[in-house]
């Protein structure tokens, strides 16, 4: 059975794009795939943050994959920081790696543009990036195209310190989620839904309440004629609503756009089909959300069964590289 690692960073807010692409294809093969579900909290320290908001947002994602359905029984779920080997192994990994590998990452050189001060770990979290995966003798890594960079260069590492000391790791595969989980902003409807997007407006937050995701829908952004086609590339705003509902109902866009004379008729479909589809997990959120001893509980469960592979790995490693047993 091949094994299938994400992870969710907590930083901004978890919106139905999020929800579509990455958290229901893990509910969805977690009974038939080999599962490793972690907030990578570490991840979220490369930049300018608040402390206190790293640990509520941590608690906050863990609680929201929990209501959404992830099973720490059928997966491997835990938090990054909770597992000191996958530290441990970026460091020996950063060992394997050039320079000149992380300075090429996009994201690196995106973030870096825009900031005055660079922190150190914008530059090396790839590396932590591919320890995660490598830690975990991980087959599949599902990520969008910002993040295939970050799959090909844990790849790459895998295969170079696999030739030089031995074979030790698992070379790992992006898996790309399918054109349709791509789901737009309602605002700005060129723009993709974003977590850390500087208006909630055109962004359906996991956690926003019915009403709001209702009128968020009925605000959206569409066209100035009335015809209902999908056609992303001339008619976005229209468009991304089609692949909303085609997500939320499991039915193509194409298809559905027959069924709509007006984009009134539409909207209220739409917002009809996101109501159904989040206010469950909000509902579950909020239950989870009033014990969190008992979402703790579920995260250090997780930590220690992962530290019995990540450790065993981490050994394997540091033998192949000529560190002595401790």
Known sequence: MSRRLTGFTPSGDLHLGNYIGAIAPIIAKQAVTDTVVFISDLHSLTLEHDPAEVRRRTLEFATIL?????????????????????????????????YGEAQRMIQFKEKSGRQNQVRMSLLTYPILMAA???????????VGEDQS?????????AQRFNTRYGPTFTVPRAVNPPVAARIMDLASPGDKMSKSAPSAAGVLRLLDEPDVLRRKVMRAVTDTDSVVIYDPERKPGVSNLLA????????????????FDRYGELKEAVADAVVATLAPLRDRYLRLADDPRHVQAVLRAGADRARGLAGAKVRQAKAAIGLLPG
Request: aromatic share 4%; net charge negative.
């Open 66 to 98: 929990l209501a959404a359905g992830a099973d720490p029984e059928a997966a491997l779920f835990l938090v990054q920081s909770h597992v000191p080997e996958h530290t441990e192994l970026h460091y020996l990994l950063e060992c394997a790696t050039g």
């Open 149 to 157: 960079q970050h799959v090909e260069l844990a790849r790459d590492v």
């Open 132 to 142: 995660d995966i490598l830690l975990y003798d991980t087959d599949e890594v599902p």
């Open 244 to 259: 909303i509902l085609a997500a939320c109902t499991g039915d193509e866009p194409q298809r559905l756009a027959g069924r």
